[in-house]
């Protein structure tokens, strides 16, 4: 089961739409939450954890950070972020963290969701 956590804009919406899609087609189960959301969440109940959130004062939103300090392994949580150039990575502390940054320009929906779509084959198999 994949889970994906997103914050709500139009960019986001869209990138968790194309994700979803090319889920559904490859026969994956997927629950998708609002980031808030991430409270109660533990990443060990996921196969993945993908967090959709935006770089806020160049550092990554509260509610992820609360969320990455409660989680005991690292190792299938994907964090895309965007920022105002799309170059900003967030500082994963040494944790086993994939970390894809972007701009919330439409046109690049397709290629991030593709990218995305990578990193969690790569942990399904």
Do not use: H
């Not at 994700?19 to 109660?40: H, M, P």
């Amino acid at each position: 089961m994949v889970l994906m956590a997103s914050r709500d804009s139009e960019f986001k919406r869209a990138l968790v739409r194309e994700i979803g899609y090319a889920l559904v087609s490859e026969g994956i189960n997927q629950r998708t939450i609002g980031v808030d959301d991430l409270k109660g969440i533990k990443s060990s109940e996921y196969n993945v954890v993908v967090v959709i959130s935006s770089c806020i004062a160049w550092g990554l939103e509260e509610d992820v950070q609360v969320f990455l300090k409660r989680q005991e392994n690292y190792s299938n949580i994907i964090l895309v972020t965007t920022s105002g150039n799309g170059g900003w990575l967030p500082n994963t502390l040494n944790k086993d963290v994939d970390a894809i940054s972007s701009a919330s320009t439409l046109s690049t929906v397709n290629a991030i969701a593709r990218n995305v779509m990578t990193q969690i084959s790569s942990r399904l198999q």
